[in-house]
């Protein structure tokens, strides 16, 4: 199948990324798409990966081979029944979304399961939009196809092929087993994380005491409560029964740790524990999954000006492109003073190989 013209609806961190990676491993593909802001389009045709630099019409999508769908849920179902009357009978469309229950369900309302099949592009960041988009972002990412029994299984190859030379790892499953994998995985950790914040924020003080020593456990495991509002707001409604059935299982399993301090059953705190460990530990870490891999190292460096700046003129010289770069102020679960993040496993080995030379490097 030869993809000439894709158009993309929502051009923000998952769409940006997915443009841009297309467009680097095929420059001769034209690109269209609409965005809510006229000012995100402008951003993608100075960047070359887009055609037109403003708002285009509709119509303009009526001849694309592949129309990715990369808004919220809901509003990708709108698009849908907006673009059905202009679609060709070739066009392939998939969305990016978190959810599958709601557009699965529109698709065969406008019998368009022959044409559509789901996308999940299990990759992301706690930063949101297209100034945030980078064309590494799916690279060695998990994406999850969805497909009815109506959908070709020659589209689904070609497709699947398609994907997996812009180096995402392609995995197809229904709409069913999806979106209860996600509401487990990415859907309820969030709203953990969203919760635990809140939990800190009111259990601080006036003098901020929670909030100024807060350590590193605890902002990696918060991180991802830095996600649009509105997107999580949308899954939940959309993924709403799948997210309480991973309630109630979480409910158990957090009743477990709870019953274990109230009764100070040591034995069973260490079991808890190291199950929770040994599970953790086997996790593909360096593979972005629902829970991306954070390409990032640490080092000590000594107080002094001009410190950070060499480190940072050291990777520039060896074309290496730093994500992420700060200092550590509170390092109760972290060794080094320096934390560095980069876009690639392999600029990461690269990174550290240079650098462990003349610093002391903790990986």
């Known amino acids: 199948m030869d993809f000439q013209k894709i158009g993309f609806i929502g051009l923000g961190l998952i769409g940006g990324s997915l443009a841009k990676s297309i467009k680097a491993k095929y420059p001769n593909t034209t690109l269209i798409a609409m965005a809510s802001r006229e000012q995100t389009l402008e951003m993608a045709h100075k960047d070359g990966v887009i055609e037109n630099n403003g708002f285009i019409p509709l119509t303009d999508f009526s001849d694309c081979d592949i129309i990715f769908l990369c808004s919220p849920v809901k509003i990708n179902v709108e698009y849908l029944q907006k673009l059905k009357p202009l679609l060709s009978p070739n066009c392939l469309i998939s969305d990016v979304g978190s959810v599958k229950g709601d557009i699965t369900k529109a698709v ?16 992301g960041s706690e930063s949101t939009g297209y100034n945030n988009a980078n064309k590494y972002l799916l690279e060695n990412a998990y994406y999850i196809l969805t497909v009815t029994e109506e959908f070709p299984k020659d589209k689904l190859k070609a497709f699947d092929a398609y994907l997996r030379t812009l180096g995402c790892l392609t995995m197809i499953m229904t709409p069913e087993k999806h979106d209860f994998a996600t509401a487990c995985i990415s859907h309820l950790p969030h709203i953990i994380a969203a919760s635990l914040v809140r939990f800190v924020q009111g259990a601080d003080g006036e003098d901020a005491t929670l909030k100024t020593i807060a350590a590193g456990g605890f902002r990696d495991i918060t991180r991802i409560a830095s996600s649009s509002p509105i997107m999580w707001q949308h899954i939940c409604s959309t993924n709403r029964q799948e997210i309480l059935n991973a309630f109630g299982l979480y409910e158990q399993s ?27 530990d086997n996790l593909p870490v360096k593979k972005k999954g629902v829970l991306p891999s954070a ?13 950070i700046a060499t480190i940072a003129t050291i990777l520039a010289e060896n074309n290496i492109n730093i994500k992420n770069i700060g200092i550590v102020h509170n ?19 690269q990174a550290i190989a240079i650098l462990e030379k003349d610093y002391t490097v903790h990986k």
């Not at 274990?260 to 953790?280: G, H, I, P, Q, W």
């Not at 390409?295 to 410190?307: K, M």
């Not at 993040?341 to 990461?348: F, R």
């Open 108 to 123: 065969a309302d406008l019998q368009l399961n022959s044409q559509f099949v789901g996308g999940h592009p299990m990759a």
């Open 254 to 280: 957090l009743r477990e740790f709870i019953t274990s301090v109230e009764n100070c059953d040591e034995e069973t705190m260490f079991s808890l524990f190291s199950s929770a460990k040994d599970y953790r």
């Open 295 to 307: 390409y990032e190292f640490y080092l000590d460096i000594a107080d002094e000006t001009g410190g």
């Open 331 to 349: 390092r109760e679960f972290e060794q080094g003073v320096l934390r560095i993040e980069l876009y690639t496993q392999d600029k990461m080995e």
